[in-house]
């Protein structure tokens, strides 16, 4: 069973920093895409950044210079470092996971996290 789980969210003022942590489990993680989405309330889930099996990183504009994606494959582990943090980074955060790489950018993902709330107050 394929299982991504999410830890590191919680409540931050704007300036500050968060750590997402995404731990997969029941497949071979080092051979896929993994990428990090978020959705906030009203809004339809957008890309935040994806690095790739051989560790090429892309970022959303909006996250560009302050968050950084980054992979542990001896560990199965996905990070997301957010630096500078904005009230508009408010949102679900999820993890993903995909052998494919022509859906970096949608949220047609095979795999899924359940998502950690990050919510940056003002």
């Known amino acids: 069973q394929v299982q991504l789980v999410e830890s590191g969210g919680g409540l931050v003022q704007a300036g500050g920093s968060l750590r997402l942590s995404c731990v997969a489990s029941g497949r071979t993680f080092s051979s896929d895409a993994m990428g990090w989405f978020r959705q906030a309330p009203g809004k339809e889930r957008e890309f935040v950044a994806v690095?790739?099996?051989?560790?090429?990183?892309y970022e959303a504009d909006s996250v560009k210079g302050r968050f950084t994606i980054s992979r542990d494959n001896a560990k199965n582990t996905l990070l997301l470092q957010m630096d500078s943090l904005k009230p508009e980074d408010t949102a679900v955060y999820y993890c993903a996971a995909d052998s494919r790489d022509s859906i970096y950018y949608t949220t047609s993902w095979i795999y899924w996290g359940q998502g950690t709330q990050v919510t940056v107050s003002s």
């Open positions: 690095i790739s099996r051989s560790g090429t990183t």
